[in-house]
């Protein structure tokens, strides 16, 4: 089994400034991580994916995340933020072999000012 | 092309009813998934359906829930004897199956209340 913890329930930032959210994940076996965006009044939709290869994931809207085996970190990054990007973000794993079943973290629900 | 379509888009009942919920797959996506999200519990996976093979019930959370998918395609999943705590927004998603992975592809959920 895995666990997902997002050790930030709600960030609030400032429009263009950088935002990171945090995740670490806990699983016995191999896994797949992901972020899904929920914007508000929307449904969930997928922001970005380490399957494998290089740690650093580039996603849309210029999102990217940087996998750290070694501290079991999964944590999304962006460097300037919108107002558009106002919206609830999900760290998710997954078992490499295992119907692919999404575990998701509890949410951080990012609200950006003006 | 179509995305992921759920009905009703809202439900409200009565403790005690049952009631059922409808998804419509992207066609051709064999895997589809059924997911609830609720203030207590947050999103948590319920039922996996893979083309022919037994279905994963490990996510229900009592024999009250069923889920069946006909023909590999549609997919309806049944709480008989509704309690409040049911209450939440149930997503379905889906995904062709095979590769080292597919996307799933969330549906706009119902959210269901019980009164």
């Known amino acids: 089994a895995q666990s997902v913890t997002q050790l930030d329930s709600q960030v609030p930032v400032f429009e263009e400034a950088p935002v990171e959210l945090r995740c670490n994940y806990s699983s016995s076996v191999s896994v797949y991580l992901f972020w899904y965006v929920q914007y508000p009044n929307q449904g969930l939709q997928l922001l970005l994916k380490y399957l494998s290869g290089s740690t650093l994931v580039k996603g849309i809207n210029g999102f990217e995340a940087e996998f750290n085996k070694s501290q079991t970190s999964f944590h999304l990054r962006k460097p300037s933020v919108h107002i558009s990007d106002t919206a609830e973000y999900f760290c998710v794993v997954s078992e490499t072999a295992a119907g692919n079943k999404l575990t998701f973290g509890g949410g951080t629900r990012v609200l950006v000012k003006p | 092309g179509a995305g992921v379509s759920q009905s009703p888009s809202n439900k409200v009942t009565e403790k005690g009813k049952d009631v059922e919920l409808r998804c419509d797959p992207i066609?051709?996506?064999?895997?589809l998934y059924w997911y609830r999200q609720s203030l207590g519990q947050g999103l948590e996976f319920l039922i996996y359906?893979?083309?022919?093979?037994?279905?994963?019930k490990s996510g229900l959370p009592s024999d009250r829930f069923s889920a069946e998918r006909t023909g590999g395609s549609v997919s309806t999943l049944t709480i008989q004897r509704t309690q409040q705590e049911d209450s939440a927004v149930y997503l379905c998603?889906?995904?062709?199956?095979?590769?080292?992975?597919?996307?799933?592809?969330f549906g706009p959920g119902t959210r269901l209340t019980v009164l």
């Open positions: 066609s051709g996506h064999t895997a």
């Open positions: 359906f893979q083309g022919n093979s037994a279905p994963d």
């Open positions: 998603a889906s995904r062709l199956a095979g590769g080292q992975y597919n996307e799933q592809f």
